[in-house]
């Protein structure tokens, strides 16, 4: 069986050495020398100024919204994963929907303009697939209008535009380190940004708004992650470089096998250097897109419909017009992608969907 990911696991005496450190310094959460070594070697290795170590991605979009006093109206993407949207509404907030570029996959800044109003207070943005948004003319509008704006950065681990970390875009970048992603602690997720005054506000509200043991700046939230979830980050960041390597030929052997199956792919923003997070793939009409994910499925190729269903058409969430996005979510799929996938089931998952096409 193959399926669309499958965590990477390192080999489990390395993780063990950092278990047997834990139980010496019988020091298990609240900010340990684990957490704080996971932070260091991030921003090391991503070239960033902060970053703060959270419980998932989801906590880390609220957090955000909260630091930056986002209320009212927010312009969202109806492409993403479902934590997007919830986040918002969960903050008691709206998302108001712009609809997606069809060629980027990402929010169409265009569509941004359109949708404020009197009550919108900020943006949040998805690089959907680790690809960047259109910053610059995010960044623009934001400028003009007064709006706070959230990357939410959960698939663009290791990503750079014009040579830059693109964590380092936005009010906050925030991004996962669930289990199923590039980069993983099993769960896990950050908060950056480039001010160090709401660095400090997050990471009060990362632990229930404590100043000082007996003292509190504001309501805080528990935000925090454990020297288990740290010590998982601090191995896997040992086979980071191999992690991207290999995800880098897998797409290569996806293109040359797949270059007669009538389907388009995203285009990589210009100027980006792209973590070849997902293999996504847009297939000419719906019909033929369950046409090859039922002969995968015979096969026991399990590829995943992601994003599916357009997220403005959740029941708990106002209508807005999205029409780009209602219909490349029904037609697109992401093949399987994961550090131990090889290259025969590339092979044979691209005759699986030659086949399909071609009967
Ligand atoms: C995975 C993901 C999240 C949620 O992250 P968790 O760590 O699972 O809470 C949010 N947004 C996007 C786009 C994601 O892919």
């Given at each position: 069986?193959?399926?669309?990911?499958?965590?990477?696991?390192p080999?489990?005496?390395?993780?063990?050495?950092?278990?047997?450190?834990?139980?010496?310094?019988?020091?298990?959460?609240?900010?340990?020398?684990?957490?704080?070594?996971?932070e260091?070697?991030?921003?090391?290795?991503?070239?960033?100024?902060?970053?703060?170590?959270?419980g998932?991605?989801t906590i880390?979009?609220?957090?955000a919204?909260?630091?930056?006093?986002?209320?009212?109206?927010?312009?969202?993407?109806?492409?993403?994963?479902?934590?997007?949207?919830?986040?918002?509404?969960?903050?008691?907030?709206?998302?108001?929907?712009?609809?997606?570029?069809?060629?980027?996959?990402?929010?169409?800044?265009?569509?941004?303009?359109?949708?404020?109003?009197?009550?919108?207070?900020?943006?949040?943005?998805?690089?959907?697939?680790?690809?960047?948004?259109?910053?610059?003319?995010?960044?623009?509008?934001?400028?003009?209008?007064?709006?706070?704006?959230?990357?939410?950065?959960?698939?663009?681990?290791?990503?750079?535009?014009?040579?830059?970390?693109?964590?380092?875009?936005?009010?906050i970048?925030?991004?996962?380190?669930?289990?199923?992603?590039?980069?993983?602690?099993?769960?896990?997720?950050?908060?950056?940004?480039?001010?160090?005054?709401?660095?400090?506000?997050?990471?009060?509200?990362?632990?229930?708004?404590?100043?000082?043991?007996?003292?509190?700046?504001g309501?805080?939230?528990?935000?925090?992650?454990s020297?288990?979830?740290?010590?998982?980050g601090?191995?896997n960041?040992?086979?980071?470089?191999?992690?991207?390597?290999?995800?880098k030929?897998?797409?290569?052997?996806?293109d040359?096998?797949?270059?007669?199956l009538?389907?388009?792919?995203?285009?990589?923003?210009?100027?980006?250097?792209?973590?070849?997070?997902y293999y996504p793939?847009?297939?000419?009409?719906?019909?033929?897109?369950?046409?090859?994910?039922?002969?995968?499925?015979?096969?026991?190729?399990?590829?995943?419909?992601?994003?599916?269903?357009?997220?403005?058409?959740?029941?708990?969430?106002?209508?807005?017009?999205?029409?780009?996005?209602?219909?490349?979510?029904?037609?697109?799929?992401?093949?399987p992608?994961?550090?131990?996938?090889?290259?025969?089931?590339?092979?044979?998952i691209?005759?699986?969907?030659?086949r399909?096409?071609?009967?």
């Amino acid at each position: 069986m193959i399926n669309v990911t499958k965590p990477f696991l390192p080999d489990m005496e390395e993780y063990i050495d950092y278990v047997k450190s834990i139980w010496e310094r019988n020091w298990l959460t609240n900010n340990g020398p684990l957490v704080n070594d996971l932070e260091l070697r991030l921003k090391d290795f991503l070239g960033l100024d902060h970053l703060l170590f959270l419980g998932n991605g989801t906590i880390a979009i609220q957090i955000a919204m909260k630091a930056l006093g986002m209320k009212g109206e927010i312009i969202t993407t109806p492409f993403s994963y479902v934590a997007t949207t919830s986040s918002i509404v969960w903050e008691g907030c709206k998302p108001v929907f712009a609809d997606i570029d069809p060629h980027s996959l990402c929010i169409d800044p265009a569509k941004i303009e359109e949708r404020i109003t009197e009550h919108t207070t900020g943006i949040l943005a998805t690089h959907v697939y680790g690809n960047p948004c259109d910053v610059l003319a995010i960044e623009k509008i934001a400028a003009k209008h007064n709006l706070k704006v959230i990357y939410d950065a959960a698939h663009a681990f290791g990503v750079k535009y014009k040579g830059r970390s693109i964590f380092e875009y936005g009010d906050i970048s925030t991004t996962s380190f669930h289990s199923t992603k590039l980069f993983h602690t099993v769960e896990g997720g950050a908060v950056i940004t480039k001010d160090h005054d709401l660095l400090k506000t997050m990471a009060r509200m990362r632990n229930f708004g404590h100043n000082s043991p007996d003292t509190f700046d504001g309501a805080g939230i528990n935000g925090k992650n454990s020297e288990f979830h740290a010590a998982m980050g601090l191995v896997n960041m040992k086979h980071i470089d191999a992690i991207m390597a290999s995800r880098k030929a897998q797409a290569m052997a996806y293109d040359k096998c797949l270059a007669n199956l009538n389907v388009t792919k995203p285009t990589i923003l210009k100027g980006a250097e792209w973590n070849y997070s997902y293999y996504p793939i847009i297939f000419e009409s719906e019909e033929i897109l369950l046409k090859s994910i039922y002969e995968l499925n015979g096969n026991w190729v399990y590829p995943r419909r992601y994003f599916y269903p357009s997220l403005s058409t959740l029941d708990y969430v106002d209508k807005y017009e999205c029409p780009i996005s209602e219909d490349i979510s029904k037609r697109v799929l992401c093949l399987p992608m994961f550090h131990s996938l090889k290259e025969e089931d590339i092979y044979f998952i691209s005759r699986l969907l030659l086949r399909a096409q071609n009967n």
